[in-house]
């Protein structure tokens, strides 16, 4: 048990009250500290295994064990050592063999606090590193950190919606992933509900005036995955994604549609596959967030070619498959799938007997139709000689 008048004891207790949560005092005069580290600017964590670069402002605190030995601080200098998993080792040492200079340069009193001040700082620029290199499982365990961090600052802040211009609490409100504007809940599910439920999917972006202009290609729609944290229901956050494929496949020349009129889903083989992700896991919906310049390539391309080549390509993919009703067609004649060895162009470009005769057969009674005229019963009975009234005859006008 510490002896109240002991300057040990009145050390700690100036310390916990400085520090409170992030303090304990697992002995009588010993103590743990907490030292929070947020970076003022990013760092670039990098994973030479995996390939992976990630810049992150928020770090696991770096614990300070300080032991005060009998005699300080007149005599004996404390005892500390710096706990943490992903500071390098050389670097920890430094830190620690600071803690010897500084309680000399103070005179020999207390100089845990002046220590611990001296780690923050330090902590504010990470030490002193620009980039630091961890291991797979580390770097995950730091991007969780770095996350959940994120999280708890800016439930905990205050900010303005852009919306409404209403202050707002940080846990009612969304900051947008890619450019960190921040709305309240409220207005972001209106305002996407909204352009969901109109069809109006190309406005399924961030709300600040000209912010959805700005960006380009895969980041300009707002992904599945964020708009299910905003938080949207699911059956819209569904609807968008099939509307943006179907907008996708419409826009896309090359789409084969199936034939039948209570069907027309979109064939296998299409340039747009039905997502397999699930929603919660969704990034952009297609990598390819570009509507012309692909299918300009494509039209380059279809033109360097020449009649043979795109006759056997076409040849090569007669048979088609509806993704929706599963109905094997020939995309050439629209028909059900009648094998590779029949050949349906001629019936295409020649119509059938069949046909022939019953176009001749339906200009022949439009002619009539256009140039006689039809003479009353009244008249046809006396001249013909007919009894009843199903008799008729047609003259030239």
Not at 58 to 63: D, G, N, S
Not at 158 to 181: A, I, N
Request: with cysteine; aromatic share 8%.
């Amino acid at each position: 048990m510490s002896d109240p008048d002991d300057e040990r004891a009145a050390e700690l207790d100036t310390l916990k009250a400085i520090y409170s949560d992030n303090m304990a005092v697992p002995g009588p005069y010993s103590a743990y500290i907490d030292i929070p580290v947020k970076l003022q600017t990013p760092l670039k964590l990098s994973c030479v295994a995996q390939g992976e670069e990630h810049y992150i402002t928020h770090l696991p605190p770096v614990r300070i064990h300080s032991e005060l030995p009998c005699g300080y601080p007149d005599e004996v200098a404390p005892l500390v050592s710096l706990q943490t998993f992903w500071l390098p080792k050389e670097l920890v040492h430094q830190l620690e063999a600071k803690l010897l200079p500084m309680w000399e340069e103070y005179s020999r009193t207390q100089v845990i606090y002046a220590y611990a001040s001296h780690v923050e700082e330090a902590a504010e620029t990470a030490f002193g590193l620009s980039s630091l290199e961890v291991s797979n499982d580390d770097m995950q365990r730091l991007l969780i950190h770095n996350k959940d961090a994120t999280w708890q600052e800016f439930h905990q802040g205050t900010f303005e919606c852009e919306v409404c211009l209403d202050p707002k609490k940080g846990s009612l409100c969304h900051k947008m992933d890619d450019c960190d504007h921040v709305f309240c809940i409220e207005c972001l599910q209106g305002y996407f509900n909204n352009a969901i439920l109109t069809g109006d999917i190309f406005n399924v972006k961030c709300p600040a005036l000209g912010c959805g202009d700005k960006r380009t290609g895969s980041t300009k729609l707002i992904t599945p995955r964020e708009l299910l944290q905003v938080p949207l229901e699911r059956a819209a956050v569904q609807r968008y994604v099939f509307l943006k494929r179907k907008k996708k496949l419409e826009s896309d020349p090359s789409t084969i549609w199936c034939p039948r009129r209570w069907c027309q889903g979109a064939t296998q083989e299409n340039n747009y596959p039905k997502p397999s992700v699930p929603l919660d896991e969704m990034g952009v919906v297609f990598e390819d967030d570009t509507d012309t310049t692909l299918y300009e390539s494509q039209a380059s391309a279809d033109d360097a070619e020449d009649e043979a080549t795109k006759e056997a390509a076409l040849l090569s993919t007669r048979l088609q498959i509806c993704e929706d009703c599963s109905y094997a067609f020939c995309r050439l004649c629209s028909r059900t799938w009648h094998g590779d060895f029949f050949d349906c162009r001629a019936r295409i470009t020649i119509p059938s007997e069949r046909d022939v005769i019953e176009t001749e057969e339906e200009a022949s009674l439009t002619f009539i139709m256009q140039n006689t005229t039809r003479l009353s019963d009244a008249f046809l009975l006396p001249v013909l000689g007919v009894s009843g009234s199903t008799a008729s005859v047609w003259t030239f006008q």
